[in-house]
Each structure stands twice: as structure tokens, then as C-alpha cells.
């Protein structure tokens, strides 16, 4: 069945670096692929978005990249800051399919 | 999201009883999601609905029931079937399949 792959499951990195969480998906139909910040307790948001037909999106801090060949699609966070901690879940779906297909997640924790 | 609201935010079900969750939303959109989240884990399906008085099984509707009777209204039931319901439920909406999803904050159902 679909699947999508999350890695890695926990990252640490120190405040103002960069850090990258990658997710590799089964179905080559899939076009559209969102990225969910979830902080403890509360709701996923969703913090940014691609579609098939772009290879990279940005917006401030944070950028996703789309390979399609490759079928992997990854989060860049750059610079970064102590509320960028949560847990991150990428997602990926097709055109005729109204379910989302969920990455296991990501803890990304900033070191001060 | 301002636009979905759950009800009740916390909800205590005794053996032997069914409970429904709320979910509400003022978005316009057509289709409605109910997920499952267990503590340190990611999303599971349970339900969801393309449009009115349709909804489909998702990846764990055992021991679960949804009516979708309006479009703004898709509430969840969690029913003595389910032998463990401790969890974090999520409700989301989407305008139609394969656009962003957006959640209400939750609610969290234990057993007493």
C-alpha cells in the first residue's frame, strides 16, 4: 500500500543552525505534500505546502524541496530558534485520493 | 483553527459506554477527518467524509461510528467496542481531497 517514510525520528541540533528532516514516499501518483508542526499537547499546523509541479517552496525560515524522480521530498529549517522545537509530520497525497498519507514524525529539539 | 471546534477538550467513558465526540466547522469545506493520536505517536484515519451523507472507513474504524448529516457537522462515537479508547482524537477539514487540511484542537477521551 502507500507508504511514507519520516527521517529521522528524533533530531537535535543547536540553536541558529540549520536542520533538514526528510520523507520518502511509495506512490508515484502522490502530488501534494504538506509539512505539520505539532508542539506538545496541542493541534498539527500546517506550516508549509507543495505540489508536484515545484521543485522548491520557501517561506522565511523554512523551505521544502521536491524530488520527484527520487520520490523524496525534505524540511529545511535554517537559523534555528528555541520555539521551532515540536514534533514534525510530512504527508503526501494524490489528486483522486481525499486521505493524507502520515510520516511517523520527527522531534526536532534546539539546543540552547 | 478558528474555523473547527471540538467539544468536549477532555472525556471520561466508563466500561460498556459509548461516547460522541464533537466536531464542528465554519469553513464551507466538503470533506472531514477524524484521527487518533497516541501519546508520543503519529496520526491514524479512523473516519472520513468526502461530502454530506458519505463517509468512508479509514485505517482503524473498528469499535468507532460518524454521521455526516450537514456539512458543517461530523461528529464521532466511540462505542464499548473499543476496548482501547484512551487517546487524542483530532478532527480536521479539507475544502476537497488533496488540499490542506486544517485541525481543531482535540479532544482527549480516558477511561475512568
Known amino acids: 500500500g502507500e507508504n511514507v517514510e519520516q527521517h529521522p525520528s528524533t533530531l537535535s541540533v543547536q540553536e541558529g543552525d540549520s536542520a533538514v528532516i526528510k520523507c520518502t514516499y511509495s506512490?508515484?501518483?502522490?502530488?501534494?505534500f504538506p509539512w505539520y508542526k505539532q508542539e506538545l499537547g496541542k493541534r498539527p499546523q500546517l506550516i508549509i505546502d507543495i505540489r508536484s509541479n515545484v521543485g522548491e517552496k520557501k517561506d522565511q525560515r523554512i523551505a521544502v524541496t521536491l524530488n520527484k524522480t527520487a520520490k523524496h521530498f525534505s524540511l529545511h529549517i535554517t537559523e534555528t530558534q528555541p520555539e521551532d522545537s515540536a514534533v514534525y509530520f510530512c504527508?503526501?497525497?494524490?489528486?483522486?485520493?481525499?486521505?493524507?498519507?502520515w510520516g511517523a514524525g520527527t522531534k526536532l529539539i534546539i539546543k540552547p | 483553527d478558528g474555523g473547527i471546534t471540538q467539544s468536549p477538550k477532555y472525556l471520561f467513558r466508563k466500561e460498556g459506554q459509548n461516547v460522541t465526540l464533537s466536531c464542528e466547522q465554519n469553513?464551507?469545506?466538503?470533506?472531514m477527518y477524524w484521527y487518533r493520536q497516541d501519546p508520543g505517536q503519529g496520526l491514524r484515519l479512523i473516519y472520513y467524509s468526502q461530502i454530506v451523507n458519505d463517509f468512508q472507513k479509514g485505517d482503524i474504524a473498528e469499535g468507532y461510528s460518524v454521521s455526516r448529516e450537514k456539512k458543517e457537522s461530523f461528529p464521532l462515537t466511540v462505542t464499548s467496542a473499543q476496548k482501547n479508547p484512551t487517546a487524542f482524537y483530532l478532527c480536521?477539514?479539507?475544502?476537497?481531497?488533496?488540499?490542506?487540511?486544517?485541525f481543531g484542537d482535540g479532544t482527549r477521551l480516558s477511561i475512568l
Open positions: 480536521a477539514s479539507s475544502a476537497t481531497g488533496n488540499q490542506p487540511q486544517h
Open positions: 469553513l464551507n469545506h466538503d470533506a
Open positions: 506512490d508515484s501518483a502522490s502530488n501534494y
Open positions: 504527508a503526501a497525497s494524490t489528486r483522486s485520493n481525499y486521505q493524507l498519507i
